[in-house]
């Protein structure tokens, strides 16, 4: 919220009360001068003088007042700015650790859990291989299924790889 300044305001009426007040002594210099008394024309003259130099006066208390009001607006708007670039620094601390703290509860690599059937099914599997020897394994043909078809051909015979 803007607020004006004292000097301001002081300076503001006081320079147009001052005006204002001008208008009387010179009407009275007018009337003076058209009846020919200059006595009575220099002394009201020299009033409407005196508030003209007031009103400079009030002037400048003014111009004064509006330069402390431009510097409070700085000072204010600076404060603001300030406020604001912490509060987004502030912003975004908080998002840099809200991350951190997800990657520290999520593992960084894929993982698995075996269900129990699963690891029934493994040690099922892992009994019956353990029967198979392994010379049987190594010599086997497959098909096209991934089927076991029998022993492979003995070393330099011709293997028939056309499907």
Same mark, same amino acid.
């Given at each position: 919220?803007?607020?004006?300044?004292?000097?301001?305001?002081?300076?503001?009426?006081?320079?147009?009360?001052?005006?204002?007040?001008?208008?009387?002594?010179?009407?009275?210099?007018?009337?003076?001068?058209?009846?020919?008394?200059?006595?009575?024309?220099?002394?009201?003259?020299?009033?409407?003088?005196?508030?003209?130099?007031?009103?400079?006066?009030?002037?400048?208390?003014?111009?004064?007042?509006?330069?402390?009001?431009?510097?409070? +607006? /700085?000072?204010?708007?600076?404060?603001?700015?300030?406020? #604001?670039? @912490?509060?987004?620094?502030?912003? =975004?601390?908080?998002? !840099?650790?809200?991350?951190?703290?997800?990657?520290?509860?999520?593992?960084?690599?894929?993982?698995?859990?075996?269900?129990?059937?699963?690891?029934?099914?493994?040690?099922?599997?892992?009994?019956?291989?353990?029967?198979?020897? +392994? /010379?049987?394994?190594?010599?086997?043909?497959?098909?096209? #299924?991934? @089927?076991?078809?029998?022993?492979? =051909?003995?070393?330099? !015979?011709?293997?028939?790889?056309?499907?």
């Amino acid at each position: 919220m803007n607020v004006m300044n004292a000097k301001t305001m002081e300076g503001l009426a006081g320079a147009s009360t001052s005006i204002s007040m001008i208008s009387t002594p010179m009407n009275i210099a007018k009337e003076a001068e058209r009846k020919g008394d200059l006595d009575k024309m220099q002394r009201a003259l020299g009033y409407a003088s005196g508030l003209t130099e007031q009103a400079e006066e009030y002037s400048k208390k003014t111009k004064e007042g509006m330069k402390l009001d431009a510097e409070k +607006a /700085d000072e204010q708007e600076k404060l603001q700015q300030k406020e #604001l670039i @912490e509060a987004r620094r502030e912003e =975004q601390n908080q998002q !840099e650790q809200k991350i951190e703290s997800q990657r520290q509860k999520e593992p960084d690599f894929d993982s698995a859990k075996i269900s129990e059937e699963g690891k029934k099914q493994i040690e099922q599997s892992s009994s019956l291989t353990s029967f198979v020897s +392994a /010379d049987i394994l190594q010599n086997a043909v497959y098909d096209k #299924l991934g @089927e076991t078809e029998g022993p492979s =051909q003995e070393a330099g !015979e011709n293997i028939d790889i056309s499907i």
